[in-house]
């Protein structure tokens, strides 16, 4: 049941625990990159004979601003490859999981990017062509499996992902069906049924594309229960 799921037990939050993970998560990856770079001073190593530690940190909304970037990438991947809306919430909830208490310092969130999108195939049975991803999304083969492992590590093997897509794509699909007849009988399109199933199917399209910027750009994935 969902009360039970990985989702609602370790993945739901609010906003402000939302914030507080995301500079806490920062602020840790910050503190071991400054450590490696006193080690790599430290150490005498000609290798890396003058290296300079950064005078500028990456902030939170530097970080959002990058995983956002790779969601989108997804996003758009999904889209010219016409695949399931339910690969591309699953995708873009594996990827904001892993830099929910992670950070773009540990890994870019482009190169983690395929690897999220071939894992959501996977869970979502959806027989996509390697081949078709790599060309639509300009990655490489290898890169679609290259992180796969550390994307579930990073997030406790919690792949199972709970979207409201589904039943709000339900919603529309039954208010569309519902409203028909009603239009039919208005004067609105003078009973044109062809007018009238192209309003309602703009209306559907609509709604659907609504749905997929909200779980692209918000953190809904954390929030929705």
């Known amino acids: 049941s969902w009360e039970q799921s990985t989702q609602a037990r370790y993945w739901i939050f609010s906003t402000d625990q939302i914030a507080r993970l995301q500079q806490e ?23 890396v004979k003058g290296i300079v530690p950064p005078t500028a940190w990456l902030s939170v909304e530097e970080n959002n601003q990058l995983v956002l970037k790779a969601a989108w990438k997804i996003f758009s991947t999904v889209e010219a490859c016409r695949l399931p809306l339910a690969v591309e919430a699953t995708a873009i909830s594996l990827l904001k999981r892993f830099y929910l208490v992670h950070s773009a310092l540990v ?10 999108l071939m894992l959501a195939c996977k869970l979502e049975e959806c027989h996509a062509p390697v ?9 490489t083969s290898e890169s679609m499996f290259k992180h796969e492992i550390t994307l579930l590590n990073g997030i406790n093997f919690h792949a199972t992902v709970y979207s409201p897509f589904r039943a709000l794509i339900g919603w529309a699909t039954q208010m569309r069906e519902e409203t028909r007849p009603l239009l039919i009988e208005g004067s609105i399109f003078s009973g044109d049924e062809s007018k009238i199933d192209a309003f309602l199917g703009d209306f559907l399209e609509e709604v659907s594309e609504v749905l997929q910027c909200w779980w692209l750009c918000t953190d809904a994935s954390f929030l929705a229960s």
Do not use: F, R
Not at 107 to 116: I, Q, R
Not at 131 to 139: A, I, N, T
């Open 131 to 139: 081949d078709m991803l790599c060309m639509k999304g300009k990655w």
């Open 25 to 47: 998560t920062l602020a840790s990856n910050i503190s071991e990159v400054k450590k490696l770079y006193q080690e790599a001073i430290s150490s005498q190593d000609p290798s």
């Open 107 to 116: 890994l870019d969130p482009e190169h983690l990017a395929p690897s999220a």
